[in-house]
């Protein structure tokens, strides 16, 4: 085994400057770095799944226009369209779905029962938007402005999954009003339509961003009119994920007058949420490439208002923090998209190695000479007992013997320039010690002469 052993180095030694052995250690090398990197810090995925809702609404909107922004970058973005924001949730919360992200209306989740979720970023205002026909409020002078004038009237509080619905059953909560007070449905936004068109109903629910393709359906309903809360300020205080938005006059369509006066409305936030271990690149793709979508949503928010890290249900992830706080990392900044992460994989890779092999490559030297100063100590050690053995005719074979094994050895010792001299003096003892062999020897010749004469 020690045979082999020292064989093996003598191979390494003999080696060592052979340019093809370079190139395959520098291979090697290369080969378990990128293992490293693939094992303690695996590459984002190329293929992802966000669930939005309806094909009509702007959470649908908003996933298409993502999924061209992350095309570029090769990221494909599969939309998976549902219900709303419950079933959006469901989805996300289920180990055995596929969605990694969704859409999610602030305010509705119970975010107890999802421990493994946060927050990516707080992404548009998502008013609720109460359409009413003045005719069902004449009593009012035609005018809704508090939720109690709603009951015994047709309404659609929202579809089942849906994030209108919790919002509305919050609201009416808040407002002493229960379901049995009204002639409540629980429709689809489309459903909801064609009832107030045909006159079937006195109000609807709708939470949507004033973007959303789905409200233009509404306009040209005649005889409608949108809510304006006079009691917003209440709501916020007592549903703190709600704030309240100022509606201009005409500012969802000049040629329709909608609204038709300045109004408040009262508006969650919509918030992309995805599960707690995400990849942080992809939580850096994600946000650099909503920047330029968000800027064409600027009806009710003010310009660099989100994506934003402000009033969201789940805990905001510790990526999306920093980079809603300081921007994009500067490998990001300066790098396309796959090369900074594969730079920033290896220098996650190569800086803790370093932190390890950096000292204790300043302590190879040192113990490198420790090891040498042991190996030349044994042989002194056994030179000293040769020496003292030296004038014993009887041991006279054995010191000549262990001599030479002592010269073969320290002749295979290799050493640096820097231990020459150790390696130069032990040569010259064992060659004292040599001589001292061949005088004591002489010495015992001479004696046995004597005696024959």
Not at 385 to 401: S, V
Request: glycine share 6%; no cysteine; proline share 5%.
């Amino acid at each position: 085994m020690q045979k082999k052993k020292r064989d093996f180095m003598n191979f390494l030694i003999k080696h060592r400057f052979n340019p093809i052995a370079i190139v395959s250690a520098i291979f090697l090398l290369i080969l378990l770095l990128v293992g490293l990197m693939w094992i303690l810090i695996p590459p984002p995925p190329k293929n992802i799944e966000i669930a939005t809702g309806f094909p009509t609404g702007l959470y649908y909107q908003f996933a298409q226009r993502l999924k061209g922004e992350l095309a570029r970058e090769k990221v494909n973005l599969e939309i998976v369209t549902t219900g709303g924001t419950m079933d959006n949730l469901a989805l996300l919360g289920d180990p055995n779905s596929h969605v990694d992200f969704a859409m999610v209306q602030g305010g509705v989740a119970d975010v107890s029962k999802y421990p493994n979720l946060v927050s990516i970023a707080g992404m548009f205002y998502e008013p609720m938007w109460i359409w009413y026909r003045t005719s069902a409020f004449k009593a009012d002078g035609g005018r809704l402005s508090v939720l109690e004038q709603l009951k015994g009237k047709r309404v659609s509080i929202g579809n089942e999954g849906s994030g209108t619905l919790s919002l509305t059953q919050a609201l009416l909560e808040v407002s002493g009003i229960s379901l049995s007070d009204l002639h409540a449905e629980k429709l689809t936004p489309v459903q909801a339509l064609e009832k107030f068109k045909k006159g079937e109903l006195d109000a609807v629910f709708v939470v949507s961003a004033a973007e959303a393709p789905f409200l233009k359906k509404f306009y040209e309903v005649p005889e409608i009119r949108l809510m304006s809360f006079d009691q917003a300020d209440a709501y916020t205080r007592n549903l703190s994920y709600l704030t309240k938005v100022d509606v201009p006059r005409g500012v969802l369509s000049i040629a329709h007058d909608l609204p038709h006066q300045d109004i408040q409305v009262l508006a969650p936030t919509a918030t992309l949420v995805g599960r707690s271990d995400i990849s942080p690149a992809l939580v850096t793709l994600l946000l650099g490439n909503t920047y330029d979508i968000l800027k064409t949503y600027s009806r009710l928010q003010k310009t660099g208002e989100f994506p934003s890290g402000s009033n969201l249900d789940f805990p905001l992830q510790t990526d999306a923090e920093i980079y809603l706080k300081d921007g994009p990392s500067f490998l990001h900044r300066h790098l396309p998209f796959w090369t900074a992460v594969w730079v920033g994989r290896f220098v996650k890779i190569v800086i803790p190695l370093l932190v390890i092999l950096i000292p204790l490559f300043t302590y190879i030297p040192a113990a490198k000479n420790l090891i040498l100063r042991l190996k030349l100590s044994q042989v002194y050690e056994e030179l000293k007992i040769i020496e003292r053995n030296a004038a014993n005719p009887h041991l006279r074979d054995k010191n000549y013997k262990d001599l030479e094994a002592i010269e073969r050895r320290v002749g295979n010792i290799q050493v640096s320039m820097l231990d020459a001299k150790e390696l130069y003096d032990l040569k010259g003892h064992v060659g004292d010690v040599r001589g001292r062999l061949n005088h004591w020897r002489g010495v015992a010749e001479k004696h046995a002469e004597s005696s024959s004469t």
